[in-house]
């Protein structure tokens, strides 16, 4: 099948960084993996620009994944983690991000220069950091990066997405189904979406609330319904075609390729392997079965630095949600790109799945994009909890310092 015309090769599963984990997993996970998993930084532009997920296996290698923790352990600040009631589940070394003190940010300072490797993993002082890919797509903030570990026994984190921007994690040690690989839902939410959530999720405690909130309320909620129904469409499809398929994993990438991704996929990897996805899927750390904790490298990228997020809500507040989501369209300039052009998109966004039309009343042409959750309750970080009639929006603590 590999030498038809027209069809790209399966690569052995060696090449794709997924461990031994990865000949179990389902055959649309494994197809997805095929797709999404390129050999060098320089080839994700495109595949994160047509899939919203790429990976890149052999990023660190395993004496540099070993000094990176013995660093994190001495000079990350310990704190909880994100939708998680007890560090008996799971924690975090928070390691960089633009909201420390200047305590922090000596700890962080001194941690970079213990561990030179955090140059590729996380800054730009090395020739192989992924960081260039985030600035082509327009994200060149670093708002947080930790060192998350889950405990043994730990319980799995709530369905959620992270916000507007790009999501990195590199394994830091060999992940496999038994020790809670996080699971992402290909499908990114909405951009329109995210920000009515954030913004109704600041409203001020108390205050009366408008029709306009009342109205975003409402469509928050129908939205969300429709992503549900579609993402028990996906795996009600692929519980049908797994059986019929076998092993073909060429075959199911056709299928996927054609628009029919899977309705989950567990992100097994290879100690050292590079994950960029973006930070509007719905994903979740998994439950960890093993006996041992399970960390991973985890780096949040957006648009806007702490001071400019902090404005950007008082003028939310102030002016209006629908007037400030209206100006940045009509003042929207293209992204500062970097030096190294290499890095930037060859194609337009298109993540395959199924497209609902924009929202009616929305003024952010980007605002149709395909995603959806599993059924189960989202949660964004730093925001809500809501209920379809009831408009009431309870704020809950998220990612990164309180801002």
């Not at 799971?90 to 001194?110: C, K, N, P, V």
């Not at 692929?238 to 059986?243: A, D, Q, S």
């Not at 929202?359 to 995603?371: L, T, Y």
């Amino acid at each position: 099948c590999a030498q038809r015309r027209g069809l790209a090769p399966v690569r052995a599963g060696d090449g794709l960084g997924l461990g031994p984990a990865g000949p179990k997993l389902p055959v649309d996970q494994r197809a997805f993996m095929d797709i999404v998993t390129v050999g060098t930084v320089a080839e994700a532009p495109e595949v994160f620009s047509k899939w919203g997920v790429v990976r890149v296996p052999s990023l660190l290698s395993t004496e540099e994944v070993e000094a990176l923790l013995r660093a994190a352990r001495d000079h990350g600040v310990r704190r909880d983690a994100f939708a998680q009631d007890s560090q008996s589940d799971r924690y975090t070394l928070w390691i960089a991000g633009d909201g420390m003190s200047e305590a922090q940010q000596a700890a962080s300072e001194t941690l970079r220069q213990a561990a030179p490797c955090l140059e590729r993993a996380v800054h730009r002082g090395d020739s192989s950091s992924w960081r260039p890919v985030c600035d082509a797509f327009g994200y060149p903030n670093l708002m947080l990066a930790e060192v998350v570990t889950s405990a043994p026994g730990g319980a799995p984190q709530d369905w959620h997405f992270d916000g507007e921007g790009i999501t990195a994690q590199v394994s830091l040690m060999t992940i496999d189904e038994s020790n809670g690989p996080t699971e992402i839902q290909p499908r990114p939410v909405p951009k329109a979406y995210m920000r009515w959530m954030k913004h109704l999720a600041t409203q001020p405690a108390g205050e009366r609330r408008d029709d306009t909130a009342e109205v975003l309320a409402e469509l928050t909620s129908e939205i969300k319904a429709m992503y549900d129904r579609l993402t028990r469409a996906h795996e009600f499809a692929w519980n049908t075609l797994r059986p019929i398929l076998g092993g073909n994993v060429q075959v199911a990438r056709n299928i996927i390729e054609a628009g029919l991704t899977p309705p989950v996929v567990h992100m097994v990897a290879d100690i050292g392997c590079l994950t960029l996805y973006d930070a509007a899927m719905i994903h979740r750390g998994g439950q960890n079965k093993g006996t041992t904790e399970r960390p991973i490298l985890a780096v949040h990228i957006n648009k806007e630095n702490k001071q400019e997020r902090q404005r950007t809500r008082i003028r939310e507040q102030s002016e209006g949600l629908g007037k400030v989501m209206k100006q940045k369209v009509l003042t929207k300039q293209p992204a500062k790109q970097p030096a190294a052009t290499a890095f930037a998109p060859k194609t337009p966004s298109a993540v395959p799945g199924f497209n609902f039309p924009q929202v009616a009343g929305s003024e952010d042409p980007e605002a149709a994009q395909p995603w959806a959750s599993k059924g189960k309750k989202v949660k964004l970080k730093g925001s809500v909890k809501r209920t379809r009639k009831k408009a009431s929006v309870k704020k809950k603590g998220g990612f990164g310092p309180k801002t």
